[in-house]
């Protein structure tokens, strides 16, 4: 990529040394890990308030703090929405936003820290290559920017299921001292798995069931009846004549393993109040998890037969990939909209790791913990606890890594708030999945958003 004109112009009149060096797109966590002795990789966000918007440089490494802004600038930032961005940076035809100071004409704010490095590789915009410049080099563009203290390590995600409920239990005690009246034990009773989950999972287990079987749990909850039949119905599946009944929805268009998983991850959903989350919060939780299962689904129809994983268990998986929202919003209420927001800031940063640095305890540990405490399948339980480690290699680790693919492929593509990335080769090569096929399935399932939009405003109610 060759930098803009007026980029090349200030760097030649302030005679800035600068070198343009490649990216190794196979390595997804490239602009984390330089990040290293006296090299760092410089990252672009852009926040606003009343007085308007700026651009802050901040170490790849690390998340913005928010409230550290405001002490030290007396200004109230929040993220300028992905809505916004998005067209601003496909306008320039660019990826993300340029670590470039003063983007835009937008004041800069520079965290501290980068004047201590002697090596600084900021983000041109694109995925291909980055402006390495030196100490001085990069002290001489950000002579106008303000300096400050605001950005903090994203901790580290535990990979050990073994240590869950202990890091539970201690998260819980430690929010029960910040004046949160329910005792330990209170704070963790968690609403039972329901009657009809519990029919499912064992329908399941039994190898005689049929589509009867099934058709009779689904409609004695009248309302999951009529969510698997609306599902059944939409656009997105095309299918001919009205469906008219969830008999219909299993032997016309869904299946018997599809409605099986679909109605148990639709009960389980509607198991967890979501008093505490407000319309557009419930509308993006809904609309992740009808974009992540369908994603799932897409890509492992695209698996050849023989190395395809169960079908179910992958859309299940997808469906339910975001639950621990849910359950956050009943545990750590007062905590949720903290971590939205600081979420909101840090697209580069996995939700779990804002979760981490906030209650120290992850959406994703709580909603394995608790399935696995309801008899799920351990596919989902793995599936849920794994999703954000790409390095787990052990059993049902496919499912883990259909849900991490799906969600760096619909980023990459623009949905949702998330920075996307490289993905590597050796995950496609894992999955059995050719990259150019998985990215005309993602492709394809977006141009049909307007039906899984629809889904999931059904779903939201």
């Not at 073994?162 to 209170?186: A, N």
């Not at 695209?302 to 975001?322: C, D, K, Q, T």
Request: proline share 6%; aromatic share 6%.
């Amino acid at each position: 990529m060759s930098l803009p004109t007026s980029v090349v112009e200030m760097l030649e009149t302030q005679k800035v040394h600068y070198n343009i060096t490649e990216m190794d797109l196979r390595n997804p966590k490239l602009p984390v890990t330089p990040n290293t002795g006296n090299s760092c990789v410089v990252r672009s966000i852009l926040v606003e308030d009343a007085q308007g918007r700026a651009q802050v440089l901040i170490p790849s490494d690390t998340m913005l703090d928010l409230d550290s802004m405001y002490q030290q600038f007396a200004r109230n930032f929040v993220a300028v929405p992905n809505s916004e961005v998005r067209p601003l940076i496909n306008e320039h035809h660019l990826t993300a936003v340029p670590a470039i100071p003063r983007w835009q004409g937008m004041p800069t704010l520079v965290e501290a820290s980068l004047l201590q490095r002697e090596n600084l590789l900021l983000e041109t915009g694109d995925q291909h290559s980055m402006l390495e410049l030196d100490h001085n080099g990069f002290s001489s563009i950000i002579k106008t920017a303000s300096i400050g203290s605001f950005a903090i390590k994203i901790p580290e995600l535990s990979a050990d299921p073994d240590k869950d409920e202990k890091q539970i239990q201690s998260s819980v005690e430690r929010f029960t001292q910040l004046r949160i009246k329910q005792r330990l034990e209170e704070t963790l009773e968690l609403p039972p798995l329901p009657e009809s989950a519990q029919r499912i999972i064992k329908l399941r287990a039994d190898p005689n069931a049929d589509i009867s079987d099934l058709t009779n749990i689904v409609e004695i909850d009248p309302s999951l009846a009529a969510q698997v039949v609306s599902w059944a119905a939409s656009p997105y599946y095309s299918a001919p004549g009205k469906i008219k009944s969830v008999h219909d929805a299993i032997v016309r268009v869904l299946g018997f393993d599809m409605v099986l998983n679909l109605a148990l991850g639709l009960a389980l959903g509607k198991t967890l109040s979501t008093e505490q989350l407000s319309h557009r919060q419930v509308a993006t939780y809904w609309r992740n998890a009808v974009y992540t299962a369908a994603a799932v689904e897409g890509l492992v129809t695209s698996i050849a037969r023989e190395h395809r994983p169960s079908f179910g268990m992958a859309y299940l998986s997808g469906l339910l990939s975001n639950i621990g929202t849910l359950i956050l919003a009943e545990v750590f209420p007062p905590y949720l909209n903290n971590i939205m927001r600081l979420s909101d800031a840090n697209p580069h940063v996995p939700v779990a790791a804002v979760e981490q640095h906030c209650i120290k305890v992850t959406g994703n540990q709580i909603a394995s913990w608790l399935l696995d405490n309801w008899n799920m399948p351990q596919e989902v339980v793995i599936a849920l606890r794994q999703q954000n480690n790409i390095d787990y290699s052990d059993h049902h680790q496919t499912y883990s890594k259909l849900i991490y693919l799906a969600k760096r492929m619909l980023a990459n593509h623009g949905f949702g708030t998330a920075y996307g990335g490289a993905i590597p080769m050796q995950l496609f090569k894992s999955l059995h999945l050719d990259p150019e096929t998985a990215d005309i399935t993602i492709e394809n399932l977006l141009e049909s958003g307007d039906d899984l939009d629809d889904i999931a405003d059904k779903l939201r109610g």
